[in-house]
């Protein structure tokens, strides 16, 4: 019996946890044109922008005036996207003299953006072993 239990253990040590599933969603580019530069994390260094922190870097090009994509084999945890429609494919958000952006920009969750953009907590969301939807509207 002992010898049971202990294999048991063994083999559940080895079982990774269930994986997640994101269906990220871009709604209202203005133009089928570009692409739609994304940026995913898993905390909140470097979040927004900072790219070489973002733990994916995707493109997606912009069909029916929005983008998105199923991102599978998801660890579960805590996750925010930020966005932009880079219609011109240089990979560079424009902003202009004061530094706001002038392409369209967005973030997971759809926060409220007062006085910059929001902090990781106001645009994270939680991924588990269940398919996660997530909406943004650009700005």
């Not at 997971?108 to 910059?116: D, I, R, V």
């Amino acid at each position: 019996m002992n010898l049971l239990v202990a294999l048991f253990i063994s083999f559940s040590s080895f079982i990774s946890p269930l994986k997640g599933e994101i269906h990220l969603i871009i709604e209202e580019t203005e133009i089928n044109k570009g692409v739609v530069q994304v940026l995913l994390f898993n905390n909140k260094d470097g979040f927004p922008s900072e790219i070489n922190k973002a733990i994916k870097k995707l493109s997606l090009p912009v069909v029916n005036k929005k983008a998105e994509i199923v991102l599978t084999d998801i660890d579960p945890g805590e996750y925010a996207f930020s966005v932009f429609h880079d219609q011109d494919m240089d990979g560079e958000m424009k902003k202009n003299q004061i530094g706001y952006p002038l392409d369209k920009f967005g973030f997971s969750n759809n926060p409220s953006l007062l006085f910059g953009p929001p902090s990781f907590s106001k645009a994270s969301f939680k991924v588990k072993d269940k398919p996660v939807t997530v909406k943004i509207k650009l700005r």
